[in-house]
């Protein structure tokens, strides 16, 4: 299995001067620490105006800070939002290829629509065709990182002329493709796409390992890849304070959880919001003893001692999980307890779960290689144009800005001049 940890940097207020900065800093510390423990992979959310849940609005700057203070953690969008009104797709494809270059090919490619009031309605996109805004985005942006040049579409929801879309990404074909799963159909259509799985924490073992086998079988018979590569794995997303006091590990992490499902839920499921000043916190405490644990579902197991995190995980290994990935940094969890609870846990948990996790992903890949084949055989790729159908576009300044060269100040005469002289030269080569 492998390890992860995730960014909604959250800031339940009261908010205090700095108080932005300080959660900004503290997570880049976080994250070249887990670099240095060995951890894998640094995710990192997008999303907007979601007040105290998630002030993680521009993840490609937090992400690119990120990869110049590491050197080996995986930097994770967990996720881009696809709808063009929130992300045009080439825009997608430039700072994809951007990250991925100043990380030196560290990048996955996390994907997703969003289900948020606040979102959805302030970059103006209809909630009941944001899934087919998801799926058509997501599929030219894999297209703009590949083909050179990208040979221009003319969609639904967005289209471009032939224009060739650069910097191309160190990881070719493209950095590994994920999608956000907030239920098990999502999970299904992931596997049929080809894409990895993000996934809410499993209520049991039991639950993580139906939803896996259905994953793999699903991919193995249905898989037609949505990108230039596949993905086959799931990812299970889940609170986390280790501490070697049982009691003190849930004093650290229990609340900071359930203040991220409480606002969670705010933002996505019950709550009324006033802009700049509906206090999410205020209304958390007061029904916050009235919470049970069973709201979290499974996201508790990974809060207790490194023997209980221990049997915890092994548990959904065996079932299949690929990568555990550890909210951390929720409610008012201490920055200092996060480090404390990471060092922790990459001393006493993470070894016995890395000594085979190479071997189990390479026996995996030789499964699959077949399924994997069979897959790319079923894709219909978008071909690249012939050289002879690649179109010629002429600049605006020769094209549509003729002037009268004598009125124009010696200065831009001049540079106009140039410009003609360079365009001569250049038409004669």
Known sequence: ?????????????????????????DALAQVELAD???????????????????????PEVFLAAASQRTQRIRLGHGIVLMPPAYNHPARVAERLATLDLVSHGRVDWGTGESASRAELEGFGITP????????????????MLVLDPYPGFHGQYFSMPVRNVVPKPVQKPHPPLWVACSNRETI??????????????????????????????????????????????????????CHRDADEARRRGIDGFRFFQFALGHHYSFGKHTPGRTDIWKKFVAVREQLGLEVLGGGTGCIGTPAQLAESLAKFESSGVDQTIFIQQGGHNRHEHICEALELFAAEVMPRFKEHEERRQAQKMEELAPYIEAAFKRKQAMPPLVESDIPTYEAYGMAIAQVDIDKLPEANRRRLETFRKMREIAERA
Not at 1 to 8: A, K, L, N, S
Not at 46 to 57: M, P
Not at 129 to 141: D, H, L, N
């Open 128 to 143: 009941a065709e944001r899934r087919a805004m998801w799926r058509e985005s997501t599929e030219q942006v894999a297209n």
């Open 188 to 241: 299904h259509l992931a596997a049929q796409l080809g894409i990895g799985a993000l996934t809410f924490a499993f209520i049991d073992p039991a639950e993580a390992q139906h939803w896996v086998e259905d994953y793999y079988e699903t991919f193995k018979r249905e898989c037609v890849p949505l990108g230039h590569a596949v993905n086959p794995n799931v990812a299970m997303v889940t609170g986390f304070s």
């Open 36 to 58: 240095r423990l060995g951890i894998d992979y640094a995710w990192e959310v997008e999303h907007h105006f979601l007040e105290e849940y998630s002030h993680s609005s521009a």
């Open 1 to 25: 299995m492998r390890f992860g940890i995730f960014y909604e940097h959250q800031l339940p207020r009261p908010w205090t001067e700095g108080g932005e900065l300080k959660l900004f800093q």
